[in-house]
């Protein structure tokens, strides 16, 4: 009875090896990109362990790449220190390594900083392993400024 119990662990602890060799890791797909083209801030991911990857200064303010450690999202967002004059706008992007790129003015951003106003924030990525972001400014009154990939 002894060596059946042996015996039987034995071809347990074996199918147990054998099965879990089966077992895939996750990969990345649709259900974590949830929060793609989303607001930061209307979603709670801007207020959930938010913080600055980097910050880029230049004369006149200054352009920045957010995460969400709760959200595993990136968002770019640009500030100008005075108000957009009468005939200028400015506006932030954000791309992803795959190759998607938001804007200010896309679904889920506050729209391009125009005249009387002083910043803009860009819609959120899913930014987790596999995935980077970086964040630059996109013509307008401002030149090209980036920030690294974060």
Not at 6 to 20: D, K, N, Q, T, Y
Not at 73 to 95: C, E, H, K, S
Not at 99 to 118: A, F, M, P, R
Request: hydrophobic share 35%; proline share 3%.
């Amino acid at each position: 009875m002894k060596r059946y119990r042996v015996g039987l662990a034995v071809m347990f602890a074996l199918a147990l090896v054998v099965s879990s060799l089966f077992i895939q890791t996750q990969k990345v797909d649709a259900a974590n990109l949830t929060y793609d083209s989303t607001n930061p801030y209307t979603t709670g991911c801007a207020y959930k362990n938010a913080f600055v990857y980097e910050t880029q200064y230049f004369s006149g303010g200054y352009l920045q790449l957010w995460g969400s450690a709760y959200c595993h999202t990136a968002w770019a967002r640009v500030y100008l220190y005075n108000a957009a004059p009468w005939n200028g706008y400015a506006d932030a992007f954000i791309q992803r390594s795959d190759g998607k790129e938001l804007h200010c003015d896309d679904i889920g951003g506050n729209d391009t900083v125009d005249y009387g106003q002083h910043s803009c924030h860009t819609p959120q990525l899913w930014d987790r392993n596999p995935y980077k972001s970086w964040a630059g400014t996109d013509g307008g009154i401002i030149p090209y400024y980036k920030t690294d990939w974060h």
